[in-house]
């Protein structure tokens, strides 16, 4: 915990806080200058005038020369090795901003190290909570989302840094975005996504070397300098084989200082200095909200006007304009970064505590929250897809469902790309209409496996009853398509359009030769049942007594399990229609087939889901099986004739899960009898009925004066009603019993 939060007040980092703010404010101004300058100046000029005036700045302030700590001959090799990684990364940081715009740049490479580094921490290592994986999920929506969703209008017909200086990293860039087929601006985010994993990685491996060489910031002086020196020869290159596409050099030298001293000198030094008064994740998060904030705004009102020279006529043309602007695209991913970066730079939970005083030795004394000495201990996103598959193989439908989802991928990812090969909009709608149906299968398979999962002490009877709410999603899932099927057909119907039956017979054969596979996969979901087999206990004290029961015997049908089936079934008397249909329409032009085939299939998934959704419903309202009222009557009775038993009360039993039935019941018993006997025999009377996880609590009078404060009398007159009811049902068994003899 930081001294503020102990000793301090929080004032006092305030002026800190709004140092660093405003220099991530000058920072984005200065990145939008730059997008300006680089438009009349290559980018290998721009670095080398911005490495002299840093180097020159550095060696004002830093005066790296001086001192005692000399360096050795390894340590300037080091140095110049680091120099030119960081030459190169601020290279590709460049060419992507004139590629994305300023606004683009400043939302991907625009982060702290240590956002970055959690989210890779968790992501593939099991250094990251489950808070932390969250957060590096959300990150890499946020990335992609400006990919699929940033639609930018601006022209890319011209390159205009492209064009004007034909140079390695244009060629390899243009060839790698033809090759994707992507914009330009998508391009560039892709660019500064690999150029900030480089510069994260870079900086995390320079710190044993700014150690060595007498602190960060000398290094950072000295790596500027050697920066100027290898930079020098390529920017002689440049002036003596390129005609320079700068008039006037005078007019840039304002803007370039500007961009010196914000992007380089002052937001480096404001950095170093906050780090040393404010927490690694305050900084990130400020940070963040400060430069995606101001990126926006000035987004707004930012134009971009700079000359143009025509080498023929030597003639200067003013150019004003608004590239790059703001999209719904770069909204939403703002907004998703801002959410990962929150979740990524906050401190974990087991780290968090409240200071409550001092120790006799004088040492602070902290108390961590219930939280977080509850909290989890996280996996890395390869250990648990490899525990998930483990877990997958282990059970038989689990399994079942895994392979036949595996071949339903392969074939809908082979009928996708046919049909963008032959360019067929049927195939292609069919792939994605299986891609909806892996879903279900997808629902189903992570239901198989989370059933099995142990009970906690948040969910004290397991996850058992997963099962029942994916068979029964999976259900409303095919009464929602068996009505749109139905609607369409009746449309259909009074009007039948014109078919086309090219490439829908092998493509509807292939489909069903997959869905006879799952079909004889699940066919056992219709009756299979499971079994095992279990003990019991109990516990006991002087006034009462408790008894739990777990045996499995045989249960009703896996309702995951025949949810699936119903999904395949549906699929597979989709392709038989389809078949039938076009053999129809192909040999005898018969177009009403078609609906005809779809309205019997409809009504046919309807009428066979609506078991499922009847059983399913069931469950989760705790009913108690319709099999097991007569043999729990019967059961019941028999707890009655037990020895020293007079009653019996609050009875409940409901059916938990596909194969877990559960009950209680309360058991009054006279004074002298054995609570451990009435116990064991109702367990064992209950058991035989197929219950499975049962509690029995022994009552006696004892227990009764100390719940309510009942005198004897009062236990007295209980039991003398008991023993009446007693009497009264042996003798309805006796008259039932003549009956059934007459």
Request: with cysteine.
């Amino acid at each position: 915990m930081l001294p503020s939060q102990v000793i301090y007040s929080s004032s006092r980092f305030v002026p800190y806080i709004v140092l660093f703010v405003v220099s991530k404010i000058l920072r984005s101004t200065g990145l939008y200058l730059s997008y300006g300058v680089l438009k009349t100046i290559h980018v290998i000029e721009f670095l080398f005038v911005i490495k002299v005036g840093t180097a020159l700045c550095m060696l004002f302030l830093q005066k790296p020369f001086t001192g005692d700590h000399q360096l050795g001959k390894q340590q300037w090799g080091r140095v110049v090795r680091h120099a030119a990684i960081n030459c190169l990364i601020s290279l590709l940081w460049l060419y992507g901003l004139t590629q994305c715009g300023p606004l683009r740049a400043i939302l991907v490479f625009e982060h702290s190290d240590l956002v970055v580094i959690a989210g890779a921490g968790a992501l593939f290592t099991s250094s990251g909570s489950p808070a932390k994986t969250r957060g590096a999920v959300f990150f890499i929506i946020g990335i992609i989302s400006l990919l699929l969703f940033d639609h930018d209008d601006t022209s890319h017909q011209e390159h205009p840094e492209g064009s004007q200086h034909h140079n390695g990293i244009s060629h390899l860039f243009y060839h790698f975005i033809n090759w994707m087929e992507i914009a330009d601006h998508k391009g560039g985010v892709v660019l500064l996504f690999f150029t900030l994993c480089l510069h994260v990685g870079f900086s995390t491996a320079a710190k044993k070397l700014s150690v060595d060489v007498g602190g960060a910031k000398r290094l950072q002086a000295l790596s500027s300098i050697v920066s100027v020196l290898l930079l020098s020869p390529l920017v002689l290159i440049l002036i003596f084989t390129q005609t320079s596409s700068v008039s006037q050099w005078l007019p840039n030298f304002a803007p370039l200082f500007v961009i010196t001293v914000f992007v380089f000198v002052l937001n480096y030094y404001v950095e170093s200095l906050c780090s040393t008064k404010l927490e690694q994740c305050s900084l990130a998060r400020f940070g963040a909200i400060a430069s995606f904030t101001s990126a926006i705004v000035l987004s707004y009102f930012w134009r971009y006007g700079y000359a143009v020279v025509n080498h023929e006529t030597r003639e200067e043309t003013l150019v004003i304009s608004p590239e790059h602007m703001l999209s719904g695209g770069v909204i939403f991913s703002t907004a998703i970064l801002l959410l990962a970066t929150f979740t990524l730079s906050s401190p974990h939970s087991s780290s968090r505590g409240t200071f409550i005083g001092y120790s006799a030795a004088g040492l602070p004394l902290y108390q961590l929250h219930s939280k977080a000495l509850l909290q989890k201990s996280s996996e890395s996103v390869l250990k648990v897809l490899r525990n998930g598959l483990r877990q997958i193989v282990e059970d038989s439908n689990s399994r079942q469902i895994f392979y036949f989802l595996c071949i339903n991928l392969l074939f809908t990812f082979v009928e996708l790309a046919y049909g963008a090969w032959t360019n067929s909009l049927g195939l292609i709608s069919d792939g994605f209409h299986m891609l909806f149906d892996c879903s279900a299968l997808v629902m189903g398979l992570y239901a198989a496996v989370m059933s099995r999962w142990k009970a906690t002490k948040i969910y004290s009877y397991g996850y058992g009853r997963v099962e029942i709410l994916s068979g029964f999603i999976n259900g409303l899932f095919l009464v929602v398509i068996a009505l749109f099927v139905f609607i369409e057909a009746w449309s259909r119907l009074i009007d039948p359009p014109e078919i086309f039956t090219e490439r829908l017979l092998p493509v509807s054969i292939a489909g069903l030769c997959v869905n006879l596979i799952g079909i004889f996969a699940f066919s056992h979901a219709h009756g299979h049942s499971h079994a095992g087999g279990g003990g019991g206990g109990g516990g006991s004290h002087s006034h009462s007594s408790h008894g739990h029961s777990h045996a499995c015997q045989p249960s009703g049908p896996n309702t995951n399990m025949r949810g699936v089936f119903l999904h395949v079934l549906a699929d597979t008397l989709g392709s038989v229609g389809v078949i039938i249909s076009t053999l129809l329409i192909k040999h005898f032009g018969w177009y009403i087939a078609d609906p005809i085939c779809s309205l019997f299939i409809a009504s046919t998934i309807f009428l066979s889901v609506l078991p499922l959704l009847k059983e399913s419903t069931l469950i989760l309202s705790l009913r108690m099986p319709e099999t097991l009222e007569r043999p729990l009557a019967q059961a019941l009775d028999k707890v009655l004739h037990i020895g020293g038993v007079l009653a019996y009360s609050d009875e409940r039993f409901w059916q938990h899960s596909s194969d877990v039935i559960a009950g209680t019941i309360h058991i009054q018993a006279t004074p002298d009898a054995s609570e451990q006997h009435i116990r064991s025999q109702a367990l064992l009377l209950l058991r035989e009925c197929g219950l499975h996880n049962i509690t029995v609590q022994v009552e006696k009078e004892a227990y009764y004066q100390h719940r309510s404060g009942l005198t004897g009398e009062s236990f007295q007159k209980m039991f003398r009603d008991a023993q009446v009811m007693h009497t009264l049902a042996d003798k309805q068994h006796t008259i039932v019993e003549m009956v059934k003899d007459v």
